[in-house]
Nanobody, 116 residues
Framework: QVQLVESGGGLVQPGGSLRLSCVASGSIFSTNVIAGWYRQAPGKERDLVARIARDDTTYYASSVKGRFTVSRDNAKNTVYLQMNSLKPEDSAVYYC?????????WGQGTLVTVSS
């Protein structure tokens, strides 16, 4: 059973930056997994923010394109989400997810609050 642990959330002012990290147990990133970040605001659905494949192919939601960057360090079994130019509407619980054909693991979430 893969375990994912997120960190890096917190309170930041509009226009600020945060970097989220998600560390996976075991050497899961040496396999052909996709790693991604989702977010869920109160009363809303959980939506995909960004994902990155084993070959570093990325996808971004239109709302974060140009402001967020997803990356992965396979040697450290870690996926990152660099968030710049944060807006109040980016406030949510951010979840890490790792998946492939035989795996679907989620982290416990980390809260990001963008407010002045």
């Amino acid at each position: 059973q893969v375990q994912l642990v997120e960190s890096g959330g917190g309170l930041v002012q509009p226009g600020g930056s945060l970097r989220l990290s998600c560390v996976a147990s075991g050497s899961i990133f040496s396999t052909n997994v996709i790693a991604g970040w989702y977010r869920q605001a109160p009363g809303k659905e959980r939506d995909l923010v960004a994902r990155i494949a084993r070959d570093d192919t990325t996808y971004y939601a239109s709302s974060v394109k140009g402001r967020f960057t997803v990356s992965r360090d396979n040697a450290k079994n870690t996926v990152y989400l660099q968030m710049n130019s944060l807006k109040p509407e980016d406030s949510a619980v951010y979840y890490c997810r790792v998946w492939n054909y035989g795996l679907d693991a989620w982290g416990q979430g980390t809260l990001v609050t963008v407010s002045s």
